[in-house]
């Protein structure tokens, strides 16, 4: 997994004026938190986190000038509309120690294409070492048959990895594709079927029907 080095500056400043002032100086606000210590409320450099962030479960190590933090972002906050970073909180862990995460799941293999494909979760829990999270985790869906589910228990797990989530739990679901419908067929009317037959006779004028 990804690893990587970023400098934090101390914020001495708090509430909404001073993380906007923060945010237009191409930072972003940010607290460090867990294992007991007191929080530690920062500001990173947007564009440097921004890039780390690209990477799933990435560990930070944070440069406060003293000392060296290693942590795992925990809630990051998006502007709704601009999509730019707004807030993250990163929470202290130890090389060595087992954490419960989000890991993503990428699917691989061949499957019935007359089927319709649903991803019902994207992402699976898992427990794992903090320094040894795995960027993604997968599914072999080869031979699933339309109408049928691959779960949780089905993801391939590297060795150390534990499974959190409901086994049961569908990740995929091959839906079987309505049948189409033929179109209706259209008969033609018989030649002359609304004449009255030849010799027949005609209503008398002003009879009532």
Do not use: C, W
């Amino acid at each position: 997994m990804a690893e990587i080095k970023i400098a934090g500056a101390r914020r001495t400043e708090f509430g909404k004026g001073a993380s906007r002032r923060t945010r237009r100086d191409g930072l972003v606000p940010a607290v460090i938190y867990g294992h007991g210590e007191n929080p530690i409320h920062i500001s990173l450099p947007a564009r440097e986190l921004g890039i780390a962030l690209k990477s799933s479960n990435v560990l930070l190590d944070i440069d406060l000038g003293d000392h060296v933090e290693l942590t795992l972002p925990k809630s990051i906050v998006r502007h709704a509309i601009k999509g730019t970073l707004e807030h993250i909180d990163l929470i202290i862990v130890r090389r060595g120690e087992r954490v419960v995460v989000s890991v993503p799941v990428h699917t691989s293999g061949e499957y019935d294409r007359d089927g319709i494909l649903e991803h019902n979760h994207n992402s699976i829990e898992v427990e794992t070492e903090a320094t040894s999270i795995p960027s993604f985790l997968e599914l072999d869906m080869t031979g699933l048959e339309a109408g049928s589910s691959l779960h949780a228990s089905d993801v391939k797990l590297p060795a150390g990895v534990i499974l959190i989530s409901d086994p049961k739990m569908v990740v995929v679901h091959l839906s079987v594709r309505a049948a189409q419908e033929e179109p209706a067929a259209v008969v033609a009317p018989v030649e002359g079927a609304d004449a009255p037959a030849e010799g027949a006779a005609a209503p008398a004028e002003g009879a009532k029907s």
